[in-house]
Structure formats: structure tokens, C-alpha cells
């Protein structure tokens, strides 16, 4: 009865989705345990992108169940877009294939509103959000005034808190920010008609998985975001509001630590960031938009959800390190490694300066990395095509190097390596 967590160890869009969807292959349910739209899973299944954003991206094999966890926080105009996208592409997305936790939260537009009035009032102080509501949603969830989905089963309750919840949010909205007000009874309308969608697919899913890990289902929980995101563990306070670190996958799912088999973290090859915050590894001019892509390819750096260029650079083994600590990492899938080929040298970080001392822990966690640079290893590169690996033979042996170097300095073991976004462009190590 084993339960695999799959964790971002950076700053999210590691290329979760897409070891995700590999690893459904052997899987009977992926779970979803934080985070809501904020995320944006990109998965190429014969040759077709599918972006998702709210649905785990097992839910792409016919025969692996999809749960959105009471951990998350869940927009139902996006969710239903999203159903409506896959079953349009000939995904079958009926409940016995989805379920939704009566206890995630529901986001609604007035959460929107505020994330982007909160948003423009911090100024230079911003944290580049991605505008989806995902803080205010928290926020109510913690202040204990949030919507919970089981309010989807309750069509004339929903519509009562929901109105009454854009009318408090309209007094922040106006006195506060000076934003126009929001309406009340039309969005209490739009619940309404979502909840008569959605109804069927709330369950309580902590019980759905406990039975189901107990009769001996494997269970992938899927990571949104990454450590270095998460609100506990993150570059705070350029995080985002939920937990996506390992430890949040038993709250946001309601199971217990003790079905757990892999704990595995993604990183890509490289490093990357969206939003604000220190970045100590950041390339800069022709390296950064060599790592990026133009924007030509579906995996080129741009974000999912927003479309903004993502700031890249080398991979930090400080922070990974640091990542492989707080999740309890017990192995590493790295994302990516085709984009460096054709590059004549690599760079690792593997300690960091801050004047005359040199780190290769961080003294007090990541919220503050401005003092840090980096202090840099170089490896060579390698010029092949590496599309084509499927085997470690198959990769050149500066790639080997680079990958046995990470390994060394990381300490725990680098089982996955992707070459490209196909399913099968994966080599096993
Ligand atoms: P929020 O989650 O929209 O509140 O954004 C908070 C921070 O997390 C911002 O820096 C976002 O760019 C970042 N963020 C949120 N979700 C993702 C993601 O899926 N990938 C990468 N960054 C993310």
C-alpha cells in the first residue's frame, strides 16, 4: 500500500507533470495535496500539450483516478474549464475519475480581486503573485472564513456565503484599495449553477485514499510549486500560501505518514525562478536567454499560468541540499538535461560566499539568500543530441560527470534523468 510523494525541489516547474504522468503508469490514483491554479503542469503525450493547472496530471492515463485534495484551494470556473478542456480531447473526466475534496477550499473572484489589489499595493515590495487568488484564499481558510467544496452539495448555502463573502471583501476592496465593488448576487448565481456541475464530485477523499492505499492501490501525490515556495520552508516572504514541501502532502490529503514508500524530488538541470526574491545563481544576458529558449517550444522557460518569462541560471546545490533536508528527498529526478547540450561549459554552485565566510549550509534557512553568492564549479559540456538516450550509455560522458558531480554533492541517489518532454525521453540511472 504505498504512497509515492513527487516534490518540486526548487522554485516549482521543475517538470513535475511530466514524471508525474510517468510514474501514473503504475499508479492507481494521483493526488493533488496543495496550491490551486496557481500551478502549471505542461505534459506531451504523443505529440498533443496538455496544460493543466487545477487536476493532477495522472488523470491523462485512462485508467488512473485524479484527487484534488482538501490541501488545495480550488477555483470551480477554472476546474470545470479544465474538465471541459480533457474531455474535449477524449480525456474521460466523470466523477468515478475525479474527485474533489469536501474540504478544499473554494476560491471566488472577490480572492482574485484582492490578490491584485494586495498585489499592486506592495509596490516594489511585490511578490509576483500569479493573480489567482491563491493568498486571500488561504488567508480566509486560516482565518476560519473560507468556502469549503462541501458548500457545492448545499446550492442555497453556497449562494448565501458567497454573497455575503464578496460583500465583506467589497468593503476591503473599496475603503481600502479604492477598487470598484464586485456583485454580490450575480457571483452567488455563477456558484449556483457551478455547484449543480460539480456536485457529483465531491467526496470525502482522505477516506476514499485510506481505503483505497489499504486495499493496495498506489498513490502518487503530486507537488504543485516547490519547496522553496513552500510557506514553511520557502524563501519567505517570496513564497506562496500553502505547503508544498513533503510534509504538507499528509494535511492536504488527510492520510498519514506511514503509507509512504518514494519520496522523490524534481529538479531541473539548471535552476529557475518566477516572481520576486534573491536569486544567487542567476545567469544573466546571452547565458539566461540561452538557458530560456525563445519561447518557440511548449517547454521553453515562459511560465504555464502566466506566460512570463521564468529568470534562469545554474543549478544551486546549496539550495537543493537544502530541499533534500526538509522533504526527506530519498532520491533525485533531474528535468531538462537535453537543454544544456551544445553548451561549451557548465556551472554548479556547490557553496556559497557572503565576504569572508563560505557556506555550504545556509546558517538561517532561505528567506534571506541576498547576502549570498555564489561560488562557482565548472564542469565541460557536451555538444550531442541527447533526445535519443534511453540508457546511461546513451548520454556522453560529460553528462555522466555532470550528472555523478550532482549526485556527490547532493547525497542522495539520481534515479531519473528526462532528455526531452515525450513520455518516453526518459533514461532510468
Ligand atoms: P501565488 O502562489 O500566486 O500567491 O504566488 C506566490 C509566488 O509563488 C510567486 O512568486 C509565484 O510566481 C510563485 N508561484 C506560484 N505558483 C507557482 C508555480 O506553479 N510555479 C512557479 N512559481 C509559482
Known amino acids: 500500500m504505498p504512497l509515492d510523494i513527487l516534490v518540486g525541489a526548487q522554485w516549482g516547474d521543475e517538470g513535475k507533470g511530466r514524471l508525474t504522468d510517468l510514474l501514473a503508469e503504475q499508479a492507481q490514483i494521483v493526488a493533488r495535496y496543495s496550491g490551486g491554479d496557481n500551478a502549471g503542469h505542461t505534459v506531451t503525450v504523443g505529440g498533443r500539450v496538455f496544460k493543466l493547472h487545477l487536476l493532477p496530471s495522472g488523470i491523462l492515463h485512462p485508467r488512473t483516478v485524479g484527487v484534488l485534495g482538501n490541501g488545495m484551494v480550488v477555483n470551480p470556473a477554472r476546474l470545470l474549464e479544465e474538465l471541459a478542456m480533457l474531455s474535449q480531447a477524449g480525456v474521460e473526466v466523470s466523477p468515478a475519475r475525479v474527485k474533489l475534496s469536501a474540504a478544499a477550499h473554494l476560491i471566488t473572484p472577490a480572492h482574485i480581486a484582492l490578490d491584485r489589489a494586495e498585489e499592486a499595493a506592495r509596490g516594489e515590495g511585490r511578490i509576483g503573485t500569479t493573480g489567482r487568488g491563491i493568498g486571500p484564499a488561504y488567508t480566509a481558510k486560516i482565518a476560519r472564513q473560507g468556502l469549503r467544496a462541501e458548500l457545492l452539495l448545499d446550492p442555497e448555502a453556497l449562494a448565501e456565503r458567497v454573497a455575503e463573502q464578496i460583500r465583506q471583501a467589497n468593503r476591503t476592496l473599496e475603503r481600502v484599495y479604492g477598487q470598484p ?249
Not at 465531491?202 to 503530486?222: F, K, M, N, W
Not at 569572508?356 to 545556509?362: C, G, I, K, N, Q
Not at 550528472?403 to 531519473?416: D, H, N, S
Request: contains cysteine; hydrophobic residues 40%; proline residues 8%.
Open 181 to 429: 465593488a464586485l456583485d454580490p448576487v450575480a457571483i452567488a448565481a455563477e456558484y449556483v449553477d457551478h455547484a449543480r456541475r460539480l456536485a457529483p464530485y465531491v467526496i470525502d477523499t482522505s477516506l476514499y485514499l485510506h481505503r483505497q492505499l489499504r486495499a493496495g492501490a498506489r498513490v502518487i501525490a503530486e507537488g504543485a510549486q516547490g519547496a522553496l515556495l513552500d510557506v514553511d520552508h520557502g524563501t519567505y516572504p517570496y513564497v506562496t500560501s500553502s505547503s508544498p514541501a513533503a510534509g504538507g502532502v499528509f494535511n492536504g490529503l488527510g492520510v498519514g505518514p506511514k503509507f509512504v514508500d518514494r519520496i522523490i524530488g524534481v529538479t531541473k538541470a539548471f535552476q529557475t525562478r518566477v516572481g520576486e526574491g534573491p536569486f544567487p545563481t542567476e545567469a544573466f544576458g546571452p547565458e539566461a536567454e540561452r538557458l530560456r529558449g525563445t519561447g518557440a517550444n511548449p517547454w521553453d522557460e515562459f511560465g504555464t499560468t502566466t506566460g512570463r518569462p521564468r529568470r534562469c541560471g545554474w543549478l544551486d546545490l546549496v539550495l537543493l541540499r537544502y530541499a533534500i533536508r526538509v522533504n526527506g528527498l530519498t532520491e533525485l529526478a533531474i528535468t531538462k538535461l537535453d537543454v544544456l547540450s551544445g553548451l561549451p561549459a557548465l556551472k554548479l554552485c556547490a557553496a556559497y560566499r557572503a565576504g569572508a565566510d563560505r557556506h555550504e549550509e545556509l546558517p538561517l534557512g532561505p528567506a534571506d539568500l541576498a547576502p549570498f553568492t555564489a561560488e562557482w564549479e565548472t564542469l565541460p559540456g557536451w555538444d550531442a543530441d541527447l533526445s535519443g538516450a534511453r540508457t546511461p550509455a546513451d548520454l556522453p560522458p560529460a553528462a555522466r560527470a555532470y550528472l555523478q558531480r550532482i549526485e556527490a554533492l547532493a547525497g542522495v541517489p539520481v534515479t531519473m534523468v528526462s532528455v526531452g518532454p515525450e513520455r518516453s525521453q526518459i533514461v532510468f540511472l
